[in-house]
Structures are given as C-alpha cells and as structure tokens.
C-alpha cells in the first residue's frame, strides 16, 4: 500500500517509519482507463436523439427575400446580375447593397474551372463589404442545378 511502514533492521535502532512515497502506477492506469472511456463516449453524445418526425401539408417556409447571387466565371471574372466586375470594383458595389440591406443573403457560385483560392477570395469580399450570411452554390449530383432558396445562409468565412 502507498501508505506502509517500512521495518528497519534489527542493526539499527530505528523505530518503524513510515513510507513516504506514492505509488503512482494505479493513479495512471485509471487515468488511462478513464482516458478511454470519455475519448470513445464523447463522439457518441455529440449525435442527436433519433426521432420519428411527423408529416405535414403546411408548405415549405420561403424566404422572404430573394438572395442575391455573386458569380465567378471560368475566367475568374466576379459579377453580379449579368454585370461584370473587377475584384476592385466589386467591393464598393457590395457596399451599395450591405447599405440597403446587411441582411441580405449573398450566393456565391464558382464555376467548376475555377481555382478554389480566387472564389475564397471573391467570399472575403462579400463578408468584407459587410454581409454576414454567405454560402456556396453547388450543383445537385442529379445534374439539375439546386434553387436559388435551397441553401442555407452561412456566417461569413465559414465554408458549406
């Protein structure tokens, strides 16, 4: 036990005296254990309860306004309903609109051809100009391309 005596010997005149050492062993293989324990539970509390949601005939909620699309051509050119802009002319247009509304949901859609970075880039501007929901068009694996109202509106600089 941590806490033991230790006999001295017959030679010297010590009394018993007491063990002052811990033995650190145990404390580690519980740790360990405990270690594994909560390293395999933890992933297992972070998924919902699974439920049996019930149908209706209500409609699906529309949003109210329309969002506004920011395309990135296989040039790398942004534009914005047709009209095409530089990566400096862009921001002071997206001020214009954050100033009529910063609520306003802003899809951005890259085409395929195009470097990752530069329609990362043309997202920093939109948040930039003061736009807090952002999020990226993707085209459905069926080929039909997804609604302007199916995505979700993210924060800005987060990916989807």
């Not at 230790?6 to 254990?33: C, F, G, H, K, Q």
């Not at 539970?41 to 306004?65: E, R, W």
């Not at 085409?111 to 920093?124: C, I």
């Amino acid at each position: 036990m941590a806490m033991g005596s230790i006999r001295a010997s017959d030679d010297d005149d010590l009394e018993d005296m007491p063990m002052s050492e811990i033995n650190v062993t145990p404390m580690v293989d519980v740790m360990l254990v405990l270690l594994i324990i909560f390293m395999v539970a933890a992933p297992l509390m972070t998924t919902g309860v699974p439920v049996q949601l019930p149908k209706t005939a209500a409609p699906k909620v529309a949003q109210s306004k329309k969002p506004q699309e920011v395309t990135v051509d296989k040039d790398g050119k942004p534009s914005i309903a047709k009209e095409i802009f530089t990566m400096e002319s862009l921001v002071p247009r997206l001020r214009e609109m954050a100033a009529a509304d910063k609520d306003q949901v802003i899809l951005v859609r890259g085409d395929r051809d195009v470097p990752y970075g530069k329609v990362m880039e043309v997202m920093g501007l939109v948040g930039q100009a003061g736009f807090t929901k952002v999020s990226l068009i993707a085209q459905s694996p069926g080929g039909a391309s997804a609604p302007p109202s199916a995505p979700a509106a993210a924060p800005a600089g987060t990916a989807r």
